[in-house]
Every structure is written in C-alpha cells, then in structure tokens.
C-alpha cells in the first residue's frame, strides 16, 4: 500500500507538510507493506489520478479491485498514522509471520 502526496515546490500548505510527512516517511521506512512517497505535481503527472489542489493526497491500495482512495483525514504525523494502521490487519501480518516461523522449525 502506498500514500501519496502531489505537491508544488511553491505552495505554503505543502512546505507546511513537508516535516510532518518526511516524519512519516522515516516512521514507516522499514514497514513490509506501507511505503510513503511524495511527488512533485508541477513535473510529474500520473495517468487517471486527477490532483485539483496541492497537497492533495491519495492512497493506493495492494488489494485487487480497489480503486485509489482520496485522503482527506488531518494532517498530523498522529492522523496519518491512525488512517494508515486502519488500513492494515496486522493481526493477519502477524499470524502470517507466526506460521512462517513454525514452517522453519517443522523442518527440523
């Protein structure tokens, strides 16, 4: 799963961003299925993403079926981390990584 932010290099609300986001992004630098990226807008387009004001912030999803979904939560480290573990079952990414563990040790 990715979150993306289009910005412009001159926008004021996106310099205002730019720490919160950088934070994020070392928060998450390590995560096995969250990646935070950010995109000049001004040099950059993406085909059937419509960015209408900067920052604008989308979420692309690993899951088939799902469209890109508009972010439109709060813009602190807090708020993006709530949305972003909302998204994941780590529950699930959890008693994945447990069976992969008991696989290693049914080997033996």
């Given at each position: 799963d990715v979150l993306v932010e289009f910005y412009a290099p001159w926008c004021g609300h996106?310099?205002?961003l730019a720490s919160i986001y950088d934070e994020l992004g070392e928060k998450y630098k390590d995560h096995a299925s969250i990646v935070i990226a950010k995109m000049d807008s001004t040099a950059n387009e993406v085909a059937d993403v419509t960015v209408r004001g900067f920052p604008t912030i989308k979420f692309f999803t690993k899951e088939s079926g799902r469209k890109v979904g508009d972010y439109s939560g709060g813009r602190t480290l807090?708020?993006?981390?709530?949305?972003l573990e909302g998204t994941?079952?780590?529950e699930a990414e959890d008693d994945k990584a447990d069976e992969d563990d008991d696989a290693a040790h049914d080997e033996l």
């Open positions: 996106c310099k205002q807090e708020d993006f981390v709530a949305f994941h079952d780590t």
